[in-house]
């Protein structure tokens, strides 16, 4: 039953790398074939058992853990060439917002909190100005619907302004009071934030997913 169920004939792209050594470099992808055509895609072909080929559009690229500011820059270009090469329907970016300036595990770590503080980190409206222009970017990608999951760091910045922390955090208070009433009101604080506060307008469409939403 599982055999039936779950398996499907598929293979291995090995690319051996030419300037990092093809003896030693290579990068792999994995492909599924059709049940009852054979065909098989590829990045943007699909690929027919007569070997023809024709374009091929993704449904959806998903980046999980984005984690603005611990962003590595190079996996961020990667993403940017596979969306490039892809041209999906849908982007999905899920823990955006890193929440290094609130995050609640960090609150009675005197000396965590006194290194954030001497590095500049401890700044709310910075880090939510920073997802702001990191979004102004993607936004540029070459797809059609962005899709804003809620994850557990967009989590982070509901609990502090939950907590009511913010009152004893006088250089978070004005906008934390800002944020606090758009919770009142039934918003989302951080889609509040880039929308209400930072003016995000785009002509691509977004969808800022609840925490229970498909």
Known sequence: YMAKHDHVLGGIILELDEELGPETFFH?????????????????TKYFPDGSTKPSKARIVKVPDYHVSETDP????AWKEIVS???PEYLS???FFNG????????SKMLTLAKKAKEGKLLLRDELEECFNELQDILTWDFD????IYGNHEDFLYRYLDSGIY???PHNKEISLELAQAVLKGKNPF????????????EKKIIWLKEDDS
Do not use: C
Not at 191 to 202: D, P, V
């Open 28 to 44: 792999f992808r994995q492909v599924q074939f059709e049940p009852k055509s054979g065909a098989f895609i590829d990045l943007d």
């Open 85 to 87: 090469t892809v041209k």
């Open 167 to 169: 009152v004893k955090d």
């Open 145 to 148: 619907t962005l899709i804003m």
């Open 100 to 107: 290094t300036s609130i995050n609640h595990h960090d609150q």
């Open 74 to 77: 190079v996996a961020k270009n």
């Open 93 to 95: 970016l899920e823990d």
């Open 191 to 202: 889609q509040y934030a880039m929308e209400e506060i930072f003016g995000l307008k785009s």
